[in-house]
């Protein structure tokens, strides 16, 4: 319950102090959770990549009633994509990602599949690179359905994570509540090929991102990290930083200037 409360308390508080002057502007999905890191908590600075996601499906035009053969062309095709995309990545930014999986590839090794089917998501840290790297791996479909005989129909998401803008002045305030209640920082700058929704939101107010440590060293989404998770020194951490994080929220609201160099550092373009 009280973990429940302070929630409430910071969303309310920086989204009635912050918010205020950007009502009716789309947010995108808001995910406003602190991402966890190991070790040492970090400066809420963090650049995050703009990313999309896309489906795609690779079809035969002809069916496999009058061709059954020629069907087997639908994961030739996408599996000629896949591997190109694995030499494309050789070949763009070292900011940048491409990951993928082959969700569908027929349902039994002595069936002719009649389609292919996957997930992918491109990553980049600016949008500019994310529109040129969009189009370099869609030639990759694109190619490994000539090349096969198929037809691909490429579905892009409506709603691409776009990157963290991070606000030095709500920063400052976290840090301060964040230390006050025993937290410590390292002060480097990390520029993350990870992306979070929190990217959309920090678009349209001032925002932060903040990262903690979780008392182990363990890699994000991996099952040590989970472990890692459940530990009570990473329990611990969480509350103080809840309660922290309330603590800004609760600045914002009552502090008119902590407010207003938020939201001027924000017009500025800055944070």
């Not at 400066?43 to 896309?54: E, H, K, M, R």
């Not at 994509?81 to 930014?93: C, G």
């Not at 929704?197 to 001032?206: F, H, K, L, T, Y």
């Not at 060293?217 to 998770?229: G, K, L």
Request: hydrophobic share 45%; net charge negative.
């Amino acid at each position: 319950m009280r973990l429940n409360w302070i929630a409430c308390l910071v969303t309310l508080a920086l989204w009635a102090a912050v918010g205020s002057a950007h009502a009716g502007e789309p947010l995108g999905r808001a995910n406003t959770a602190p991402t966890l890191a190991a070790w040492s908590d970090l400066l809420p600075d963090l650049s995050t990549a703009a990313v999309t996601w896309f489906g795609v499906v690779v079809v035969l035009v002809l069916t496999i009633t009058t061709a059954p053969v020629r069907s087997m062309r639908n994961l030739d095709g996408l599996v000629l994509a896949y591997q190109a995309i694995a030499q494309l990545r050789q070949h763009i930014r070292r900011d940048s990602r491409i990951h993928g999986i082959i969700t569908d590839g027929g349902s039994a090794p002595n069936v002719v599949p009649d389609r292919a089917a996957g997930t992918f998501l491109v990553r980049a840290l600016g949008p500019a690179y994310l529109e040129e790297l969009k189009e370099k791996v869609q030639r990759c479909f694109e190619a490994g359905a000539a090349a096969s005989g198929a037809t691909v129909d490429i579905r892009w998401d409506a709603h691409p994570y776009a990157p963290m803008r991070n606000n030095t002045s709500l920063a400052a305030a976290y840090r301060a509540n964040a230390e006050s209640v025993g937290r410590t920082f390292i002060d480097v700058r990390l520029d993350s090929t990870g992306s979070t929704d929190m990217g959309n939101v920090s678009q349209a107010i001032p925002s932060i991102h903040p990262m903690f440590g979780i008392g182990a060293m363990a890699f994000n989404h991996t099952p040590a990290f989970t472990e890692v998770c459940a530990t009570d020194a990473a329990h611990g951490a969480m509350v103080q930083v809840a309660q922290a994080l309330a603590m800004t929220g609760v600045d914002v609201a009552l502090e008119p200037d902590l407010l207003q160099r938020a939201k001027e550092e924000f017009a500025s373009g800055r944070g």
